[in-house]
T-cell receptor, first 114, second 112 residues
């Protein structure tokens, strides 16, 4: 069974440029999460989806970040415009239920903003 | 908000040694989980604990859910080089308070 797939693995952009990350969760997992991981820190939740509905986006900086999961499967996280402080790893995770802590993470997308 | 204190921050040990790391919280949790992250990879779940006092093993790994529900520890016995990585504890509240709170991680280095 394929795991959570993310792309790109690495992205280097200049500040003020846009960037997008894509995630394909484990087949059958209705719950999808985007996490932010800064260097030396644990993951922090940005947004959680149940199917196509964003049920918790309270920690998503909505002035520059947006996310979508149109058909309840794949998801895209976008940053526009990127700032220097956005340099981090963006992790996608999925789970079989909304309240479990047993998450399956992708390999992450490492963003460097110059 | 809730904060987890994970210690030690890093450990450097010899292959074959046992390792112990722990996590404490200012708040109670209903679930404690331990994840491991290899370089360049996402975290992988090692052990999940659902009941205060619970002691659970997964191969050479043993974890316990503290009686106060504010702490948890992870032990690794007879360490091997592939145990190298960052170990994260995570706490989860109950019901609609589902969000995971992660510690800052313990970096484990194993010298062959």
């Amino acid at each position: 069974e394929a795991g959570v797939v993310q792309s790109p693995r690495y992205k280097i952009i200049e500040k003020k440029q846009p960037v997008a990350f894509w995630c394909n969760p484990i087949s059958g997992h209705n719950t999808l999460y985007w996490y932010l991981q800064n260097l030396g820190q644990g993951p922090e939740l940005l947004i959680r989806y149940e199917n196509e509905e964003a049920v918790d986006d309270s920690q998503l900086p909505k002035d520059r970040f947006s996310a979508e999961r149109l058909k309840g499967v794949d998801s895209t996280l976008k940053i526009q415009p990127a700032e220097l402080g956005d340099s981090a790893v963006y992790l996608c995770a999925s789970s079989s239920g909304g309240y479990t802590g047993e998450l399956f993470f992708g390999e992450g997308s490492r963003l460097t903003v110059l | 908000g809730q904060q987890l204190n994970q210690s030690p921050q890093s450990m450097f040990i010899q292959e074959g040694e046992d390792v112990s790391m722990n996590c404490t919280s200012s708040s109670i949790f209903n679930t404690w989980l331990w994840y491991k992250q290899d370089p360049g990879e996402g975290p992988v779940l090692l052990i999940a604990l659902y009941k205060a006092g619970e002691l659970t093993s997964n191969g050479r790994l043993t974890a316990q859910f503290g009686i106060t529900r504010k702490d948890s520890f992870l032990n690794i016995s007879a360490s091997i080089p592939s145990d190298v990585g960052i170990y994260f504890c995570a706490g989860q509240g109950g019901g609609s308070n589902y969000k995971l709170t992660f510690g800052k991680g313990t970096l484990l280095t194993v010298n062959p």
